[in-house]
């Protein structure tokens, strides 16, 4: 059973989208049908999926049983395919695709779809994981190249590693920065209470160390400050799970629509009223997860050595929220 409390910035949210937030490995569908079941309790009563929380609200979820299949099979799912070789696929993954399978979400992955597109995949990451070099969040948008033979993986982890793959994210953050340019170096670990987060730590366990802190670095650049919000560039030196999410969060300024570390917030009067408001709130509705999107990717081509690189546009609710926003910074400063 999963125990979680609502935060003081994590009211007036539906239930079904605090819980996807939560639960990253669940769909939000199979939330629905969690709740219509009585199997999940708010202050140990049954509730509805479109109940808004309230700060200090005690949810219980009893999740079912995960049904863990001996490997992952090919489902015929649509793919933005942005680059395809004998090699490699370079993918552009929509926000809600998990990228494998995993307790809570056995089917329906990025990996379901490409065993379906490709036929095979490296069998380095394992039959739950074939083929995933690198990783993007279940809300997290944008580029992820996944390797179709080992001496790709291998090829491709090896940059990942040495930090010669680079991977760019833009995301959109509560507060406005106070810097153009800074490097978060912040060990990162699983969370001791919530096991589904991780957490900043001040020191880096003993290597191997099962749950251990790893050293976490995250370069960041300040693109514009829109209003009271600041638009960004983040560039991964590591790895780590929910590692831009956790430092952003970690430095005071969370990740616009993150429901695991404080980006679910809505804008108050103080800063515009009226119908500017009610837009503007909708608008961070409307984004069904945090402002997190990998726009950019290059590496080295494992066989060829060639250097590529990609980029991917910005899902359509982040694009219309950043374009609303301009519009109201020009409007606050006129």
Partial sequence: MELLRVQDDEGGVRLDVFLAGRLPHASRASLQRLIGTRAVLVNGRPAKSSDRTSPGDEIAVELPAPRRPEKAEPEDIALDIVYEDADLVVVNKPKGLVV???????????????LAH????????????????????????GLIVVAKNDEAHESLSRQIQARTAVRKYNALLWGRLPFQHAVIDAPIARHPEDRKCMTVVEDVGPPGTAGGARPAVTE???????????????ILQTGRTHQIRVHCAFAGYPVVGDAAYGGLRRVSAELVRGAPLQSLNARLVALHGQALHAHSLSFDHPRTKKRLQFHAPLPDEVADLLDFLRRLDESLNA
């Fill in 220 to 234: 960041v650049r300040l693109l514009e400050h829109l209003a009271d919000f600041s638009w960004i560039e983040a």
């Fill in 100 to 114: 494998h399978p995993a307790p809570g979400t056995e089917t329906g992955t990025l990996v379901n779809a490409l």
């Fill in 118 to 141: 490709c036929g095979g995949l490296s069998r380095i990451g394992g039959v739950q994981r074939p083929g995933i070099v690198h990783r993007l969040d279940k809300n997290t948008s």
